[in-house]
């Protein structure tokens, strides 16, 4: 079957880095998706990432491998702002997105 | 204005009463989804239009009806609810559709309470 495992829950600290991972299983393979949500907001595109490697954004980085069902965001400086959940999601052969649950991100002071 | 609206954002109704959720783009895009997102669930894909016609129709129940008179607006309207359908209702738009990488632009949400 097609899945996206992404942590529930994270905790970090103003200032410090997070790396939040996401694995998928999808058939076939489209490009991975990351999107912010703030509580009671609309989600937010992050990032597309189709093609192994890292990509940077600012704070915000995002990396894939295709070969392990594997990627990752990358927050740097996090500020109180940055708490917020962070939907992954892949989009498999027939075009469809398939989500995760989403991780919720803590920042602490 | 923001890209994609949504009204209301809050609606409590019963389960015999009949409700409109509404959306509306102002991106000039070709596609429109209705997403239902629960507490520490995935979003689930309900519908999508594409140019005002339906292109999926993932095995909804029919007290959820959809409508899409035109590439701008779109609407669920909701008859007999369960309260297992108390959830957040999304709305999102994309430039196109079927191509896999669609950048989605969400609407804040109605957050429904079924009782």
């Known amino acids: 079957g097609q899945n996206i495992d992404q942590p529930t829950e994270m905790t970090a600290t103003e200032g410090a880095i997070v790396q939040i991972n996401c694995t998928y299983q999808?058939?076939?393979?489209?490009?991975l998706f990351w999107y912010q949500q703030h509580a009671g907001e609309a989600p937010t595109f992050l990032s597309y990432?189709?093609l192994d490697g890292l990509e940077e954004k600012g704070r915000f980085s995002s990396f894939l491998s295709r070969s392990k069902g594997y990627s990752y965001l990358l927050l740097k400086e996090l500020q109180m702002k940055d708490s917020a959940s962070y939907l992954c999601?892949?989009?498999?052969?027939?075009?469809?997105?398939?989500w995760g649950a989403g991780t919720k991100l803590i920042i602490k002071p | 204005e923001t890209g994609v609206t949504q009204t209301p954002r809050h609606l409590v109704m019963g389960m015999t009463n009949k409700k409109s959720l509404k959306c509306e783009q102002h991106l000039g895009h070709n596609a429109m989804y209705w997403y239902k997102q629960s507490a520490k669930k995935p979003l689930e894909l309900m519908f999508v239009y594409n140019f005002k016609e339906q292109t999926e129709n993932n095995s909804v129940p029919s007290r959820f009806s959809p409508e899409c008179p035109n590439s701008s607006h779109l609407f669920l309207h909701l008859h007999t609810l369960q309260p297992e359908d108390s959830a957040l209702y999304l709305c999102a738009s994309s430039q196109d559709w079927g191509t896999g990488n669609e950048k989605l632009f969400f609407g804040s949400g109605t957050q429904l309470s079924v009782l």
């Open positions: 999601a892949g989009g498999d052969s027939n075009y469809q997105l398939i």
């Open positions: 990432n189709v």
């Open positions: 999808t058939s076939g393979f489209n490009g």
